[in-house]
């Protein structure tokens, strides 16, 4: 009974943290759910720092749409974790880290806690109840987990890198829409 159990707490786990990851994603796509969409969601990250705002709207969006895709039906769970852990420390880095740690003030309490969540699925895998142990394609264990965080890493920091080098966009050009509202982009 104990392995149908902890294949049913990590369904309930990705499916959380999944779909509402999607909806994160679909707020700076597509303005779902209150977004910005991705003109909102441009300005808020050019105002951040994160630059071309408009590029790394669309590919964060896309990274917590797909990434919570994936993790909710436990497809390529590692990838998905990656993808997902990526933004988090992007927004952290951008967004969190000079208000300390609680979220009431800003900080990065929330992505903290999906960052380490997404670090024990990716170790203990997707359970029994995934596409990925259906095909018998689990990858679960440290070492991914680790691989997973590393690559995470890796492209926040490149996030952040390609961003330093970008200039500042033309304040002359137009936005598309408002910025995006504090609330919406609180856990990104």
Same mark, same amino acid.
């Given at each position: 009974m104990r392995g149908a159990e902890m294949g049913l707490g990590r369904l309930i786990v990705r499916g959380a /943290?999944? %779909?509402l990851m999607i909806g994160h994603g679909t707020q700076k796509l597509f303005g779902w759910f209150g977004g910005g969409g991705p003109g909102g969601t441009a300005q808020f990250f050019e105002n951040a720092g994160i630059r071309p705002g408009r590029r790394n709207a669309l590919a964060a969006g896309a990274s917590e749409a797909g990434g919570g895709?994936?993790?909710?039906?436990?497809?390529? &769970? @590692?990838?998905?974790?990656?993808?997902?852990?990526? /933004?988090?420390? &992007?927004?952290?880095?951008? /967004?969190?880290?000079?208000? #300390? @740690?609680? %979220? %009431?003030?800003? #900080?990065?309490?929330?992505?903290? /806690?999906?960052v380490a969540t997404l670090f024990a699925l990716a170790e203990s895998g997707p359970g029994?109840? %995934?596409?990925?142990?259906?095909?018998g394609k689990e990858r679960a264990g440290l070492g991914w987990a680790v691989l997973a965080l590393g690559a995470a890493a890796a492209g926040s920091y490149a996030t952040s890198e390609l961003a330093r080098r970008q200039p500042v966009a033309d304040e002359a050009t137009p936005r598309e829409e408002a910025a995006e509202p504090e609330s919406a982009v609180e856990a990104s």
């Open positions: /943290v999944g %779909s895709l994936l993790l909710a039906i436990g497809l390529a &769970t @590692p990838l998905a974790v990656a993808a997902l852990q990526g /933004v988090m420390l &992007t927004a952290v880095r951008h /967004v969190h880290w000079k208000n #300390g @740690p609680w %979220s %009431s003030g800003g #900080g990065y309490e929330y992505n903290a /806690v999906l029994p109840l %995934s596409l990925d142990a259906a095909r």
